[in-house]
């Protein structure tokens, strides 16, 4: 009898952590199996980088908690209300203004000549 091997596997998880990676997957442009595997990643990082138990414990908490106080995404309405918002009152440019020096003081001397 042989056997082929797959490089995919079956896993049965639970449905609430399916419905977190495919809330989490979706701005990121990731699957849900995609975003799995990233977070499979970070685990896999933060064991290797010392991350103690604890640590993770209190990470983990401290997500929890904002995940149960998230504001519901904004509508377009509102997004665009408060970039309104911005650009009448000057915030808008202000923050280009701060950006575009802040990437100049970044960029090489060289470059800024040309």
């Known amino acids: 009898m042989s056997t082929t091997s797959s490089a995919f596997s079956s896993v049965k998880l639970p449905a609430g952590l399916v419905q977190q990676a495919r809330e989490a997957a979706q701005p990121q442009r990731r699957s849900v199996a995609g975003q799995i595997e990233y977070w499979a990643t970070l685990g896999r990082i933060a064991e290797e980088t010392g991350l103690t138990v604890q640590e993770a ?51 090489p001397a060289a470059r800024r000549a040309a």
């Open 57 to 107: 414990r209190e990470a983990i908490a401290r997500y929890d908690a904002a995940a149960r106080h998230a504001v519901p995404a904004d509508s377009l309405d509102a997004i665009e209300a408060r970039f309104l918002a911005a650009e009448s009152s000057g915030r808008l440019a202000q923050a280009v203004r701060q950006t575009v020096q802040g990437n100049r003081s970044k960029a």
